[in-house]
């Protein structure tokens, strides 16, 4: 790489890390790449290498003394002038909930010990470029912002500066006529200084006439001293112009108020706008004070194609904003369903293997068990009993073990198939292998998502069980992207479980005791999740509703609801992605929609359309 290319756009990274050589080995690898390198060695003085260096991104490692990467971060994020900076979180760890966390706090990307240099200066170089871009949009925004205000206040200026010389001009008109009610031009004067608005021959120049002597307007070329008073408008002014006049005299002298018009007209080319006061003079007069508002008129049109220019920018600067932030939520999404769905099928696998060997030999150790009860039997019948053998028998219950034996067996068989079934839903869920469309049951996939939170769905600490209450209509198979829709179905459930444990949390003060079922025996209601699955009435899509009793949403919210990073929930317990990513699943990826209605108090219910036609729906909504 050109070195001095880089030092003209260079980065200053800071580099936390309480190990010396890893802060040795990765300013080894980014200052030769023309970055500028700070350090730290604890969570303290990273924060207070922020405080009184330019950090344009930080390099933070996640286990230290004292404090760790993630408070760290934390405190990064809620101090003001630090919550921009990006952080890449670096660690020997390779959980899949360490990078979930790690980007829960704020981090933006997660590099796993020992580094490799292609991979450390890939992600540096992208995440920096993202801060750039985002740095000189919001500086575009706000130079936007300054020069709209700049003009505004012009504007405002020339509009008093302009009401204060209508002001003083209304004692100095610039053309007044006085008109009979019958038509008839009383008299009329041109106020000197005026612009002269059309070439004057050097003849006409050294007239005797007034009319010559003074500087005129167009709209006064027709006029002459000698000739025009005393005659009719109609005989001295153009037909149109003097169909205007007549007009307004006649309005004027009916309302017996001022009246304003405006008349264009057109000399050697060039386009003048007046703007003509009527008002009574006397009981049957009227004065018509005419003033050129030609240039007003075109500041007016310059100021509104101006505005019409920034308005364009600004949209598409904020177009732009929107993309990259559609971008950045992509990226954490991909990696983190990428490390799930890893993590989500190597678990199924190896909880499989066992479980099938276990649920595999109950069948045998039941018949071994039923041989040797037999057995026993025929020895009970056989043989006589020492009084020591029916002490034994009688210690150990051999009568209960007997009857209790199969009741365990069952219960191991009942547990083994429910372990599968699990297993199952968990490989139906992640359906690695499913990255093109099929045809599926939509059923299969709700029942898959409240399987895995089963967990969630039981009693919980205050004893209380959600319910599940489920009207499925028969629905046709939809082709879809099958694992995408378990996400959107999975971060449904998971938010609606969310707001009811909320509420009951809101209200354990009032719980009062709960029955050997888990049901609140209180007049608290029971909490209900209800799915409601149907055809639309035109049977161009499916509807799959998903309606929880919990507080509810308020309106100041709700239309944030699907913006990229914006969460109701408490300050980490989410990262405001989940809803985010199911619009895009959904409506972009399926051209659906997707859609909230709630009343706060009374719970929320979140709406899903899929087509059944995507090629209609395709070239309705566009890809």
Known sequence: MNLEKNLANAGHILVVDDRPDNVRVLAGILTPEGYKVHKAVTGKMALTACETVPVDLILLDVMMPEMDGYETCQHLKNNPKTEQIPVIFISALNDVLDKVKAFEVGGVDYITKPFQDKEVLSRVETHLHLRRLQSSLEEKNNSLQREIQEREKIQ???????????????????????????????????????????????????????????????????????????????????????????????????????????????????????????????????????????????????????QALIQTQKQELEQALTQLKQAQTQLVQNEKMVGLGQLASGIAHEINNPVSFI???????????????ELIELFQQECPLTSTVEDSIQHIDLEFITSDIKNLLNSMKSGSERIQKIVLSLKNFVRLDESEMKSVDIHDGIENA???????????????????????????????????????????LNNAIDALESSVTGHSSSVTASNDKGQMTNDQPQMTIHICTEVTPDNNAVQIAIADNGPGIPESRRSRLFDPFFTTKPVGSGTGLGLSISYQIVVQKHHGELTCSSTPGQGAKFTIEIPLNREKASQRGGD
Not at 226 to 238: C, E, F, Q, R, W
Not at 242 to 262: F, K, M
Not at 459 to 488: E, F, M
């Open 359 to 373: 649920y595999g030999n109950i069948t045998h150790v039941s018949a071994y068990f039923q041989d040797l009860l």
């Open 450 to 492: 409240l399987t895995l939170l089963q967990h969630r769905l039981g009693q919980s600490h205050n004893h209380c069980a959600i319910h599940v209450k489920k009207d499925y209509g028969h629905l046709p198979k939809v082709t879809c992207y099958p694992s995408q829709l378990n996400q959107v179905f999975m971060h449904l």
């Open 156 to 306: 405002s200026e020339l509009e008093l500066s302009e009401a204060k010389n209508q002001s003083l001009l209304r004692a100095i008109p610039d053309l007044m006529l006085r008109i009979s009610a019958e038509g008839t031009l009383l008299d009329y004067r041109l106020a000197k200084n005026q612009p002269i608005a059309r070439d004057i021959s050097p003849e006409e120049k050294h007239a005797d006439t007034p009319m010559h002597n003074a500087v005129i307007f167009p709209i006064a070329d027709p006029l002459s001293k000698d000739s025009a008073i005393g005659k009719y408008v109609s005989d001295t002014l153009p037909s149109d112009l003097a169909i205007w006049v007549l007009y307004y005299v006649e309005q004027t002298l009916r309302a017996s108020r001022v009246q304003i018009g405006e008349y264009m007209q057109q000399v050697n080319g060039k386009w003048h706008a007046y703007e003509v006061r009527f008002v009574t003079s006397g009981p049957h007069e009227v004065l018509a004070i005419a003033r050129d508002i030609s240039d007003r008129k075109q500041a007016e049109a310059a100021r509104l194609q101006a």
